[in-house]
Protein backbone atom coordinates (compact mmCIF):
# COMPACT_ATOMS: atom_id res chain seq x y z
CA UNK A 1 0.00 0.00 0.00
CA UNK A 2 1.48 3.16 -1.00
CA UNK A 3 2.46 5.70 2.10
CA UNK A 4 0.47 8.42 1.82
CA UNK A 5 2.83 10.87 3.50
CA UNK A 6 5.71 9.99 1.00
CA UNK A 7 3.62 10.21 -1.71
CA UNK A 8 2.91 13.85 -0.06
CA UNK A 9 6.58 14.52 -0.07
CA UNK A 10 7.54 13.41 -3.90
CA UNK A 11 4.46 15.36 -5.11
CA UNK A 12 5.98 18.59 -2.97
CA UNK A 13 9.77 17.48 -5.00
CA UNK A 14 7.83 17.50 -7.96
CA UNK A 15 6.04 20.91 -7.61
CA UNK A 16 9.51 21.89 -6.92
CA UNK A 17 11.05 20.46 -9.62
CA UNK A 18 8.37 22.42 -12.68
CA UNK A 19 9.51 25.27 -10.99
CA UNK A 20 13.02 24.70 -11.57
CA UNK A 21 12.68 24.18 -14.96
CA UNK A 22 10.72 27.44 -15.28
CA UNK A 23 13.54 29.11 -13.91
CA UNK A 24 15.65 27.90 -16.37
CA UNK A 25 13.95 28.55 -19.50
CA UNK A 26 13.48 32.51 -17.80
CA UNK A 27 17.31 32.45 -17.44
CA UNK A 28 17.60 31.35 -21.41
CA UNK A 29 15.53 34.28 -22.03
CA UNK A 30 16.40 36.84 -20.15
CA UNK A 31 20.41 36.50 -21.40
CA UNK A 32 19.33 35.31 -24.97
CA UNK A 33 20.49 37.56 -27.89
CA UNK A 34 18.33 37.29 -30.60
CA UNK A 35 14.92 37.93 -30.98
CA UNK A 36 13.67 34.88 -31.30
CA UNK A 37 14.95 33.78 -28.17
CA UNK A 38 14.27 36.89 -26.19
CA UNK A 39 11.07 38.56 -27.26
CA UNK A 40 9.13 35.51 -29.21
CA UNK A 41 10.53 32.85 -26.18
CA UNK A 42 11.03 30.12 -28.55
CA UNK A 43 12.88 27.94 -26.73
CA UNK A 44 12.42 24.74 -24.43
CA UNK A 45 14.00 23.87 -20.91
CA UNK A 46 13.59 20.44 -18.77
CA UNK A 47 15.06 18.38 -16.88
CA UNK A 48 15.80 14.58 -17.43
CA UNK A 49 16.25 11.42 -15.16
CA UNK A 50 19.52 9.44 -16.04
CA UNK A 51 18.39 7.16 -18.15
CA UNK A 52 17.22 10.07 -20.51
CA UNK A 53 13.07 10.15 -20.07
CA UNK A 54 11.99 13.86 -19.38
CA UNK A 55 10.29 14.21 -15.87
CA UNK A 56 9.11 18.28 -16.24
CA UNK A 57 9.45 20.39 -19.08
CA UNK A 58 8.71 24.36 -18.54
CA UNK A 59 5.65 26.24 -19.73
CA UNK A 60 7.32 28.63 -21.39
CA UNK A 61 8.57 26.82 -25.25
CA UNK A 62 6.99 25.56 -28.02
CA UNK A 63 5.58 22.09 -28.85
CA UNK A 64 8.01 21.46 -31.48
CA UNK A 65 11.23 22.18 -29.16
CA UNK A 66 10.26 20.58 -25.93
CA UNK A 67 8.43 17.02 -27.72
CA UNK A 68 11.53 16.87 -29.67
CA UNK A 69 14.01 17.71 -27.09
CA UNK A 70 12.23 14.88 -25.36
CA UNK A 71 13.87 12.18 -27.40
CA UNK A 72 17.18 13.98 -28.52
CA UNK A 73 18.14 13.95 -24.74
CA UNK A 74 18.58 9.83 -25.23
CA UNK A 75 20.77 10.47 -28.77
CA UNK A 76 23.32 12.43 -26.22
CA UNK A 77 23.53 9.64 -24.30
CA UNK A 78 24.41 6.78 -27.05
CA UNK A 79 27.27 9.54 -27.95
CA UNK A 80 28.54 9.65 -24.32
CA UNK A 81 27.27 7.77 -22.05
CA UNK A 82 27.08 9.20 -18.30
CA UNK A 83 29.95 7.35 -17.37
CA UNK A 84 32.21 8.90 -19.36
CA UNK A 85 30.92 12.93 -18.12
CA UNK A 86 32.84 14.79 -15.85
CA UNK A 87 31.44 17.84 -13.82
CA UNK A 88 31.35 21.08 -16.12
CA UNK A 89 30.80 19.41 -19.31
CA UNK A 90 28.08 20.62 -21.58
CA UNK A 91 27.08 19.20 -24.64
CA UNK A 92 25.51 20.34 -27.67
CA UNK A 93 24.26 19.69 -31.32
CA UNK A 94 22.33 21.10 -34.38
CA UNK A 95 21.63 17.81 -36.00
CA UNK A 96 17.83 18.45 -37.38
CA UNK A 97 17.28 14.26 -36.98
CA UNK A 98 19.21 13.67 -33.12
CA UNK A 99 17.45 17.69 -32.30
CA UNK A 100 14.54 19.12 -32.66
CA UNK A 101 14.34 19.38 -36.85
CA UNK A 102 16.40 21.80 -38.60
CA UNK A 103 20.10 23.04 -37.87
CA UNK A 104 18.70 26.62 -36.62
CA UNK A 105 17.77 25.12 -33.40
CA UNK A 106 20.61 24.23 -30.99
CA UNK A 107 19.99 21.91 -27.89
CA UNK A 108 22.72 21.79 -25.52
CA UNK A 109 22.31 19.18 -22.81
CA UNK A 110 24.17 19.53 -19.15
CA UNK A 111 24.78 16.73 -16.63
CA UNK A 112 24.07 17.24 -12.78
CA UNK A 113 26.59 15.95 -10.53
CA UNK A 114 25.95 15.43 -6.57
CA UNK A 115 28.70 13.12 -5.00
CA UNK A 116 30.79 12.07 -7.83
CA UNK A 117 28.02 10.56 -9.91
CA UNK A 118 25.34 11.32 -12.37
CA UNK A 119 22.03 12.39 -11.02
CA UNK A 120 20.54 13.89 -13.98
CA UNK A 121 20.60 15.71 -17.01
CA UNK A 122 19.00 19.89 -18.16
CA UNK A 123 18.33 19.91 -21.87
CA UNK A 124 17.45 23.69 -23.47
CA UNK A 125 16.85 24.23 -27.15
CA UNK A 126 16.37 27.78 -28.57
CA UNK A 127 16.08 28.67 -32.56
CA UNK A 128 19.01 30.86 -33.84
CA UNK A 129 19.15 34.07 -36.46
CA UNK A 130 21.42 32.20 -38.41
CA UNK A 131 23.43 28.90 -38.94
CA UNK A 132 25.26 30.25 -42.51
CA UNK A 133 24.59 28.58 -45.67
CA UNK A 134 21.48 29.75 -47.70
CA UNK A 135 19.69 31.07 -44.61
CA UNK A 136 16.82 29.99 -43.21
CA UNK A 137 14.52 29.16 -46.67
CA UNK A 138 12.88 26.41 -48.67
CA UNK A 139 15.85 26.30 -51.87
CA UNK A 140 18.22 24.17 -50.31
CA UNK A 141 18.16 20.40 -52.03
CA UNK A 142 19.96 19.13 -49.54
CA UNK A 143 21.19 19.69 -45.45
CA UNK A 144 24.71 20.41 -46.59
CA UNK A 145 23.21 23.94 -48.11
CA UNK A 146 21.39 24.91 -45.25
CA UNK A 147 24.26 25.79 -42.67
CA UNK A 148 26.71 24.67 -40.89
CA UNK A 149 25.89 21.14 -38.86
CA UNK A 150 27.26 20.84 -35.26
CA UNK A 151 27.16 16.85 -34.38
CA UNK A 152 26.79 15.92 -30.49
CA UNK A 153 30.31 17.21 -28.88
CA UNK A 154 31.48 18.81 -26.09
CA UNK A 155 30.69 23.13 -26.14
CA UNK A 156 32.64 22.77 -22.86
CA UNK A 157 34.99 19.73 -20.82
CA UNK A 158 35.27 20.53 -17.29
CA UNK A 159 34.44 23.80 -17.07
CA UNK A 160 36.24 25.30 -20.47
CA UNK A 161 34.44 26.07 -23.30
CA UNK A 162 35.49 24.71 -26.86
CA UNK A 163 37.56 27.64 -28.64
CA UNK A 164 37.84 25.72 -31.75
CA UNK A 165 34.23 25.22 -32.18
CA UNK A 166 33.27 28.67 -31.39
CA UNK A 167 36.01 29.53 -34.01
CA UNK A 168 34.17 27.58 -36.89
CA UNK A 169 30.64 28.98 -35.53
CA UNK A 170 32.11 32.27 -35.70
CA UNK A 171 33.55 32.15 -39.14
CA UNK A 172 30.14 30.40 -40.50
CA UNK A 173 27.46 33.07 -39.50
CA UNK A 174 26.04 36.33 -40.19
CA UNK A 175 25.22 37.26 -36.91
CA UNK A 176 28.21 36.33 -35.30
CA UNK A 177 27.20 38.34 -31.64
CA UNK A 178 23.75 36.82 -31.59
CA UNK A 179 24.41 33.11 -32.22
CA UNK A 180 27.40 32.91 -30.18
CA UNK A 181 25.81 34.41 -27.08
CA UNK A 182 22.71 32.43 -27.54
CA UNK A 183 25.05 29.50 -27.33
CA UNK A 184 26.39 30.58 -23.92
CA UNK A 185 22.85 31.26 -22.81
CA UNK A 186 21.71 27.76 -23.67
CA UNK A 187 24.63 26.78 -21.45
CA UNK A 188 23.90 29.30 -18.66
CA UNK A 189 20.29 27.75 -18.56
CA UNK A 190 21.48 24.89 -17.87
CA UNK A 191 23.66 25.36 -15.52
CA UNK A 192 20.53 27.78 -13.37
CA UNK A 193 18.65 24.33 -13.59
CA UNK A 194 21.93 22.30 -12.02
CA UNK A 195 21.87 24.69 -9.44
CA UNK A 196 18.68 24.64 -8.50
CA UNK A 197 18.03 21.08 -8.26
CA UNK A 198 21.31 20.40 -6.10
CA UNK A 199 19.21 22.58 -3.47
CA UNK A 200 16.44 21.27 -3.58
CA UNK A 201 18.27 17.86 -2.69
CA UNK A 202 20.25 19.61 -0.24
CA UNK A 203 16.76 20.77 1.31
CA UNK A 204 15.12 17.29 1.22
CA UNK A 205 17.43 15.35 1.87
CA UNK A 206 17.90 13.10 -1.31
CA UNK A 207 21.29 11.75 -3.63
CA UNK A 208 19.37 10.64 -6.73
CA UNK A 209 15.75 11.34 -8.21
CA UNK A 210 15.62 7.53 -9.34
CA UNK A 211 12.49 7.44 -6.39
CA UNK A 212 11.54 10.83 -7.65
CA UNK A 213 11.09 9.44 -11.31
CA UNK A 214 9.21 6.58 -10.58
CA UNK A 215 6.56 8.75 -9.16
CA UNK A 216 6.21 10.93 -11.96
CA UNK A 217 6.57 8.72 -14.84
CA UNK A 218 4.35 6.29 -13.28
CA UNK A 219 1.71 8.86 -11.92
CA UNK A 220 1.46 10.67 -15.46
CA UNK A 221 1.53 7.55 -17.28
CA UNK A 222 -1.91 6.49 -15.15
CA UNK A 223 -3.44 9.68 -15.84
CA UNK A 224 -2.68 9.61 -19.72
CA UNK A 225 -4.16 5.63 -19.72
CA UNK A 226 -7.06 6.95 -17.96
CA UNK A 227 -8.13 9.35 -20.31
CA UNK A 228 -7.22 7.31 -23.82
CA UNK A 229 -9.56 4.48 -22.17
CA UNK A 230 -12.32 7.08 -22.52
CA UNK A 231 -11.82 7.47 -26.33
CA UNK A 232 -13.69 4.25 -28.17
CA UNK A 233 -10.97 1.36 -29.67
CA UNK A 234 -10.61 2.00 -33.47
CA UNK A 235 -8.92 3.28 -36.86
CA UNK A 236 -10.08 7.05 -37.53
CA UNK A 237 -8.39 8.69 -40.48
CA UNK A 238 -8.41 11.95 -41.95
CA UNK A 239 -6.10 13.85 -44.67
CA UNK A 240 -5.54 17.48 -45.24
CA UNK A 241 -4.11 19.11 -48.51
CA UNK A 242 -1.94 22.19 -48.41
CA UNK A 243 0.37 24.02 -50.71
CA UNK A 244 3.65 22.50 -50.25
CA UNK A 245 6.23 24.09 -52.66
CA UNK A 246 6.68 22.65 -56.14
CA UNK A 247 3.00 20.29 -55.79
CA UNK A 248 0.43 20.25 -53.26
CA UNK A 249 0.96 17.91 -50.19
CA UNK A 250 -1.38 15.67 -48.83
CA UNK A 251 -0.99 14.94 -45.42
CA UNK A 252 -2.92 11.16 -44.71
CA UNK A 253 -3.20 10.15 -40.97
CA UNK A 254 -4.85 7.10 -39.45
CA UNK A 255 -5.38 6.98 -35.53
CA UNK A 256 -5.47 3.93 -33.75
CA UNK A 257 -6.79 3.47 -30.31
CA UNK A 258 -6.06 0.26 -29.27
CA UNK A 259 -4.84 -1.57 -25.53
CA UNK A 260 -3.18 1.36 -23.82
CA UNK A 261 -2.09 3.00 -26.32
CA UNK A 262 -2.85 5.84 -29.48
CA UNK A 263 -0.66 4.91 -33.02
CA UNK A 264 -0.96 7.54 -35.59
CA UNK A 265 0.24 6.47 -38.95
CA UNK A 266 0.96 8.64 -41.80
CA UNK A 267 0.83 5.88 -44.79
CA UNK A 268 -0.78 7.95 -47.80
CA UNK A 269 1.08 10.83 -47.28
CA UNK A 270 3.01 12.96 -49.91
CA UNK A 271 6.46 11.60 -50.88
CA UNK A 272 9.36 13.86 -50.27
CA UNK A 273 9.71 17.39 -51.08
CA UNK A 274 13.23 18.44 -53.31
CA UNK A 275 13.06 21.86 -51.10
CA UNK A 276 13.05 22.07 -47.55
CA UNK A 277 9.48 21.72 -46.31
CA UNK A 278 10.64 18.42 -45.13
CA UNK A 279 9.75 16.93 -41.40
CA UNK A 280 12.25 14.53 -39.74
CA UNK A 281 10.73 12.07 -37.54
CA UNK A 282 11.34 14.06 -34.08
CA UNK A 283 9.37 16.97 -35.29
CA UNK A 284 6.60 14.71 -36.77
CA UNK A 285 6.27 13.09 -33.60
CA UNK A 286 6.68 15.87 -31.70
CA UNK A 287 3.44 18.07 -33.08
CA UNK A 288 1.53 14.74 -33.47
CA UNK A 289 2.12 14.01 -29.87
CA UNK A 290 0.68 17.29 -29.23
CA UNK A 291 -2.18 17.03 -31.29
CA UNK A 292 -3.53 14.49 -29.36
CA UNK A 293 -2.41 15.51 -25.85
CA UNK A 294 -3.94 19.02 -27.03
CA UNK A 295 -7.55 17.26 -27.02
CA UNK A 296 -7.27 14.39 -24.69
CA UNK A 297 -5.01 15.16 -21.73
CA UNK A 298 -4.27 18.84 -21.85
CA UNK A 299 -4.24 18.96 -17.68
CA UNK A 300 -1.72 15.83 -17.97
CA UNK A 301 1.72 16.42 -17.21
CA UNK A 302 3.94 16.49 -20.31
CA UNK A 303 6.67 14.15 -19.90
CA UNK A 304 7.82 10.81 -20.85
CA UNK A 305 5.39 8.59 -18.90
CA UNK A 306 2.68 10.95 -20.61
CA UNK A 307 4.40 10.94 -23.81
CA UNK A 308 4.96 6.94 -24.32
CA UNK A 309 1.26 6.51 -24.37
CA UNK A 310 1.56 7.88 -28.01
CA UNK A 311 3.37 6.29 -30.87
CA UNK A 312 4.09 7.76 -34.15
CA UNK A 313 5.11 5.91 -37.86
CA UNK A 314 5.52 7.16 -41.10
CA UNK A 315 7.13 6.23 -44.36
CA UNK A 316 10.69 6.29 -44.80
CA UNK A 317 11.39 9.19 -47.91
CA UNK A 318 8.44 11.06 -47.33
CA UNK A 319 7.76 14.69 -46.04
CA UNK A 320 7.12 13.51 -43.39
CA UNK A 321 9.61 10.99 -42.67
CA UNK A 322 12.94 12.42 -44.43
CA UNK A 323 16.21 10.41 -44.45
CA UNK A 324 19.48 12.41 -44.41
CA UNK A 325 20.94 14.45 -46.56
CA UNK A 326 17.15 15.68 -47.25
CA UNK A 327 16.70 19.46 -46.98
CA UNK A 328 14.50 20.34 -43.71
CA UNK A 329 15.11 24.25 -42.91
CA UNK A 330 11.43 25.36 -42.94
CA UNK A 331 9.99 21.59 -41.17
CA UNK A 332 7.84 24.17 -39.20
CA UNK A 333 5.77 25.09 -42.33
CA UNK A 334 4.52 21.66 -42.82
CA UNK A 335 5.19 20.10 -39.49
CA UNK A 336 2.55 22.86 -37.72
CA UNK A 337 0.06 21.43 -39.66
CA UNK A 338 -0.37 18.19 -38.28
CA UNK A 339 -2.27 18.67 -35.05
CA UNK A 340 -5.36 20.01 -37.38
CA UNK A 341 -4.78 16.81 -39.02
CA UNK A 342 -5.07 14.50 -36.13
CA UNK A 343 -7.88 16.90 -34.67
CA UNK A 344 -9.60 15.53 -37.61
CA UNK A 345 -8.87 12.07 -36.50
CA UNK A 346 -9.90 12.27 -33.14
CA UNK A 347 -13.53 14.32 -34.32
CA UNK A 348 -14.71 11.47 -35.77
CA UNK A 349 -13.28 9.07 -32.46
CA UNK A 350 -15.24 11.70 -29.63
CA UNK A 351 -17.61 13.34 -32.46
CA UNK A 352 -19.25 16.31 -32.99
CA UNK A 353 -18.15 19.44 -31.48
CA UNK A 354 -14.98 18.23 -29.07
CA UNK A 355 -12.20 19.51 -31.45
CA UNK A 356 -11.38 22.88 -33.22
CA UNK A 357 -11.86 23.86 -36.90
CA UNK A 358 -8.59 24.59 -38.85
CA UNK A 359 -6.81 27.69 -38.84
CA UNK A 360 -3.97 29.00 -39.99
CA UNK A 361 -1.49 26.51 -38.50
CA UNK A 362 2.04 27.42 -39.12
CA UNK A 363 3.58 30.33 -38.52
CA UNK A 364 3.89 33.51 -41.01
CA UNK A 365 7.59 34.16 -40.32
CA UNK A 366 9.19 37.29 -40.90
CA UNK A 367 12.83 36.69 -42.79
CA UNK A 368 14.05 39.43 -44.53
CA UNK A 369 18.08 40.41 -44.95
CA UNK A 370 19.75 42.95 -46.67
CA UNK A 371 23.77 44.27 -47.76
CA UNK A 372 25.75 42.61 -50.10
CA UNK A 373 25.03 39.30 -51.59
CA UNK A 374 22.13 39.04 -49.86
CA UNK A 375 19.62 40.20 -52.09
CA UNK A 376 19.07 41.24 -56.19
CA UNK A 377 20.16 44.66 -57.03
CA UNK A 378 23.33 46.60 -58.01
CA UNK A 379 25.82 44.85 -55.75
CA UNK A 380 28.30 48.09 -55.73
CA UNK A 381 25.19 49.73 -54.33
CA UNK A 382 24.24 47.14 -51.83
CA UNK A 383 28.21 47.03 -50.56
CA UNK A 384 27.36 50.55 -49.21
CA UNK A 385 23.70 49.46 -47.64
CA UNK A 386 23.26 48.24 -44.20
CA UNK A 387 23.92 43.56 -44.14
CA UNK A 388 21.32 43.20 -41.32
CA UNK A 389 19.20 39.07 -41.19
CA UNK A 390 15.82 40.26 -39.22
CA UNK A 391 13.93 37.04 -37.78
CA UNK A 392 10.66 37.93 -36.48
CA UNK A 393 7.31 35.64 -35.60
CA UNK A 394 3.77 36.55 -36.70
CA UNK A 395 0.52 34.56 -36.96
CA UNK A 396 -2.66 34.20 -38.44
CA UNK A 397 -5.53 33.48 -36.56
CA UNK A 398 -6.94 29.61 -35.16
CA UNK A 399 -9.47 27.97 -36.15
CA UNK A 400 -13.37 28.53 -34.08
CA UNK A 401 -13.24 25.96 -30.86
CA UNK A 402 -15.99 24.05 -29.65
CA UNK A 403 -18.73 26.97 -28.02
CA UNK A 404 -15.92 29.68 -28.39
CA UNK A 405 -14.70 31.62 -31.58
CA UNK A 406 -10.93 31.32 -32.65
CA UNK A 407 -8.28 33.37 -31.36
CA UNK A 408 -7.22 36.36 -33.80
CA UNK A 409 -3.24 36.70 -34.99
CA UNK A 410 -2.66 34.19 -32.23
CA UNK A 411 0.22 31.14 -32.74
CA UNK A 412 -0.94 28.14 -32.31
CA UNK A 413 0.36 25.38 -32.32
CA UNK A 414 3.35 26.87 -31.74
CA UNK A 415 2.73 29.21 -28.78
CA UNK A 416 5.56 31.32 -29.56
CA UNK A 417 4.99 35.14 -29.02
CA UNK A 418 4.73 37.59 -31.40
CA UNK A 419 8.10 40.08 -31.62
CA UNK A 420 7.26 43.89 -31.14
CA UNK A 421 7.29 45.89 -34.16
CA UNK A 422 9.59 48.52 -32.17
CA UNK A 423 12.16 45.90 -31.71
CA UNK A 424 12.63 45.11 -35.28
CA UNK A 425 13.04 48.14 -35.85
CA UNK A 426 15.85 49.13 -33.39
CA UNK A 427 17.90 46.64 -34.68
CA UNK A 428 17.40 46.96 -38.54
CA UNK A 429 16.31 49.44 -41.27
CA UNK A 430 13.08 47.63 -41.70
CA UNK A 431 9.86 49.51 -40.67
CA UNK A 432 6.62 48.29 -40.22
CA UNK A 433 4.02 51.11 -41.52
CA UNK A 434 0.91 48.77 -41.26
CA UNK A 435 0.18 45.77 -38.75
CA UNK A 436 -3.72 45.11 -38.18
CA UNK A 437 -6.53 42.57 -37.93
CA UNK A 438 -7.43 41.43 -41.62
CA UNK A 439 -11.31 42.14 -41.62
CA UNK A 440 -13.27 39.58 -42.97
CA UNK A 441 -10.71 36.63 -43.03
CA UNK A 442 -11.80 34.25 -39.57
CA UNK A 443 -14.64 32.07 -41.66
CA UNK A 444 -17.76 32.24 -40.86
CA UNK A 445 -19.83 29.85 -38.27
CA UNK A 446 -22.16 29.92 -34.92
CA UNK A 447 -18.12 30.29 -33.58
CA UNK A 448 -16.19 32.16 -35.72
CA UNK A 449 -12.90 31.71 -37.20
CA UNK A 450 -10.03 33.73 -35.54
CA UNK A 451 -8.48 36.41 -38.35
CA UNK A 452 -5.74 36.68 -39.52
CA UNK A 453 -3.53 39.94 -39.97
CA UNK A 454 -2.09 41.97 -42.37
CA UNK A 455 1.46 43.76 -42.08
CA UNK A 456 2.91 46.11 -44.94
CA UNK A 457 6.63 46.39 -44.64
CA UNK A 458 9.51 48.51 -46.02
CA UNK A 459 13.03 49.72 -45.40
CA UNK A 460 14.72 53.06 -44.45
CA UNK A 461 17.49 51.88 -46.17
CA UNK A 462 17.64 53.34 -49.94
CA UNK A 463 18.00 49.91 -51.17
CA UNK A 464 16.50 47.02 -52.16
CA UNK A 465 15.97 43.97 -49.42
CA UNK A 466 14.72 40.11 -49.20
CA UNK A 467 12.43 38.21 -48.28
CA UNK A 468 12.48 34.50 -48.04
CA UNK A 469 8.65 33.55 -47.72
CA UNK A 470 7.98 30.62 -46.07
CA UNK A 471 4.18 30.40 -45.96
CA UNK A 472 1.20 28.04 -46.22
CA UNK A 473 -2.75 27.96 -47.22
CA UNK A 474 -2.38 30.80 -49.78
CA UNK A 475 -3.96 28.12 -52.05
CA UNK A 476 -5.68 25.65 -49.41
CA UNK A 477 -7.92 27.61 -47.08
CA UNK A 478 -8.94 25.77 -43.51
CA UNK A 479 -11.81 23.80 -43.86
CA UNK A 480 -14.22 24.38 -41.40
CA UNK A 481 -16.38 22.11 -39.24
CA UNK A 482 -19.99 20.99 -39.19
CA UNK A 483 -21.13 23.96 -41.86
CA UNK A 484 -18.55 26.91 -40.24
CA UNK A 485 -16.94 28.36 -43.25
CA UNK A 486 -13.15 28.03 -44.76
CA UNK A 487 -10.89 30.70 -43.37
CA UNK A 488 -9.41 32.99 -45.53
CA UNK A 489 -6.16 32.19 -47.63
CA UNK A 490 -3.34 33.81 -47.28
CA UNK A 491 -1.91 36.52 -50.03
CA UNK A 492 2.03 37.50 -50.15
CA UNK A 493 2.56 40.80 -52.59
CA UNK A 494 4.45 44.26 -53.01
CA UNK A 495 2.83 47.21 -52.71
CA UNK A 496 2.25 47.74 -55.56
CA UNK A 497 -0.36 44.66 -56.13
CA UNK A 498 2.34 42.26 -57.48
CA UNK A 499 1.66 38.70 -56.34
CA UNK A 500 4.50 37.00 -54.72
CA UNK A 501 5.54 33.26 -54.18
CA UNK A 502 4.22 31.91 -50.91
CA UNK A 503 7.72 30.43 -50.61
CA UNK A 504 11.49 31.21 -51.49
CA UNK A 505 13.70 33.83 -51.39
CA UNK A 506 12.35 36.99 -53.60
CA UNK A 507 13.52 40.86 -53.84
CA UNK A 508 11.49 43.76 -52.81
CA UNK A 509 12.42 46.84 -54.80
CA UNK A 510 14.24 50.01 -53.65
CA UNK A 511 11.48 52.02 -52.07
CA UNK A 512 8.93 49.29 -52.45
CA UNK A 513 6.93 47.63 -49.35
CA UNK A 514 5.96 44.11 -48.92
CA UNK A 515 2.63 43.52 -47.89
CA UNK A 516 1.65 39.99 -46.15
CA UNK A 517 -2.09 39.11 -45.49
CA UNK A 518 -2.29 36.48 -42.59
CA UNK A 519 -4.60 33.13 -43.33
CA UNK A 520 -7.84 33.60 -40.93
CA UNK A 521 -9.05 30.46 -38.83
CA UNK A 522 -12.13 28.49 -40.23
CA UNK A 523 -15.79 28.93 -38.54
CA UNK A 524 -17.86 26.02 -36.59
CA UNK A 525 -21.74 25.47 -37.15
CA UNK A 526 -23.95 27.13 -39.19
CA UNK A 527 -23.48 30.95 -39.67
CA UNK A 528 -27.21 31.51 -39.74
CA UNK A 529 -26.89 29.82 -36.05
CA UNK A 530 -24.67 32.74 -34.99
CA UNK A 531 -26.94 36.03 -32.45
CA UNK A 532 -27.38 38.53 -34.64
CA UNK A 533 -25.96 40.85 -32.08
CA UNK A 534 -22.35 38.99 -31.91
CA UNK A 535 -22.48 40.02 -35.74
CA UNK A 536 -23.25 43.04 -35.23
CA UNK A 537 -20.62 43.43 -32.26
CA UNK A 538 -18.46 42.05 -34.85
CA UNK A 539 -18.67 44.49 -37.25
CA UNK A 540 -18.51 47.41 -35.22
CA UNK A 541 -14.99 46.35 -34.29
CA UNK A 542 -13.89 46.15 -37.00
CA UNK A 543 -13.56 42.22 -37.45
CA UNK A 544 -16.55 41.71 -40.01
CA UNK A 545 -17.69 44.04 -42.71
CA UNK A 546 -21.35 44.96 -43.03
CA UNK A 547 -21.58 43.43 -46.63
CA UNK A 548 -20.10 40.06 -44.76
CA UNK A 549 -22.97 40.18 -42.14
CA UNK A 550 -25.13 40.20 -44.78
CA UNK A 551 -23.94 37.86 -47.40
CA UNK A 552 -22.55 35.31 -44.46
CA UNK A 553 -24.75 35.70 -41.79
CA UNK A 554 -27.78 37.29 -43.42
CA UNK A 555 -27.18 39.79 -40.86
CA UNK A 556 -28.95 43.24 -41.83
CA UNK A 557 -27.61 46.60 -40.17
CA UNK A 558 -29.71 49.42 -39.44
CA UNK A 559 -27.81 52.99 -40.37
CA UNK A 560 -26.23 53.24 -36.14
CA UNK A 561 -24.83 49.80 -36.21
CA UNK A 562 -27.72 47.65 -34.98
CA UNK A 563 -29.35 44.75 -35.85
CA UNK A 564 -32.45 45.34 -38.29
CA UNK A 565 -34.37 42.64 -36.89
CA UNK A 566 -37.31 42.97 -39.40
CA UNK A 567 -34.68 42.74 -42.36
CA UNK A 568 -32.71 40.05 -40.75
CA UNK A 569 -35.30 37.48 -40.52
CA UNK A 570 -36.58 38.63 -44.29
CA UNK A 571 -32.39 37.80 -45.41
CA UNK A 572 -32.24 34.97 -43.38
CA UNK A 573 -35.19 33.46 -44.59
CA UNK A 574 -35.06 34.13 -48.06
CA UNK A 575 -31.26 33.22 -47.88
CA UNK A 576 -32.58 29.41 -46.81
CA UNK A 577 -34.60 29.09 -49.39
CA UNK A 578 -32.30 29.69 -52.17
Not at 28 to 51: H, K, M, N, P, Q
Not at 364 to 369: A, I
Not at 470 to 478: E, T, V
Request: glycine share 12%.
Amino acid sequence: MTDPVAAIGQQLRWDRLLSVVEEQAMTLIRTGFSTSTREAGDVSAGVFDTAGDMLANAVTGTPGHVNSMARAVKHFLDRFPAAEMRPGDVLLTNDPWLGTGHLHDFTFVTPTFRKGRVVAFFASTSHVVDVGGRGLGAEGRQVYEEGLQVPIMHFARGGEVDATLLSFVRANVREPVQVLGDLYSLAACNDTGCRRLQEIMDQTGIDDLDALSEHILSRSREAALARIREVPEGSYSNTMRIDGFETPIDLSATLTVAGERIHVDYTGTSGLSRYGINVPMAYTEAYTAFGVKTILMPDVPNNEGSLSTITVSAPEHTILNPIRPAPVALRHVTGQMLPDVVFGCLEQALGRGRVPAEGAASLWTLQVSGGPGRTEGDQAALSRARAFTLVSFHAGGTGARPGKDGLSATAFPSGVRNVPVEVNEAISPIIVWRKEYRTDSGGAGRWRGGLGQVMEVGSLDPAPFSVSAMYDRLDHPPRGRDGGREGACGRLSLGDGTALRGKGEQTVPEGGRLVIEMTGGAGIGDPFARAPWAVARDVRQGLVSAEAARREYGVVLAPDGTVDEEETSRARETDRRE
